[in-house]
């Protein structure tokens, strides 16, 4: 199962945009995993690592939207 992600920057209007089967996010309250039909959250994001699926991204901060099996990220690159 997949879901579509999209991560936008200041710098990049589309910083990544595609499907993935995992998303992990350095959450304010520690890091958490969205996989397919993650239920609905909004969340500020800290200093860390974005991985998606095998892929890595460091991230200042951001914040990230899961809805109805789309992720939509806002991040400010280090």
Not at 19 to 35: D, M, N
């Amino acid at each position: 199962m997949l879901f579509d992600v999209i991560v936008l920057s200041p710098r990049e209007v589309i910083f990544f945009e595609g499907q993935a089967k995992s998303v992990i996010l350095p959450g304010e309250s520690g890091v958490f995993e969205v996989l397919p039909f993650h239920k609905r959250i909004l969340s500020r994001l800290i200093s860390g690592k974005l991985f998606i699926d095998e892929k890595s991204f460091p991230v200042k901060r951001g914040i990230v939207k899961v809805s109805q099996n789309k992720v939509t990220i806002i991040v400010e690159e280090r």
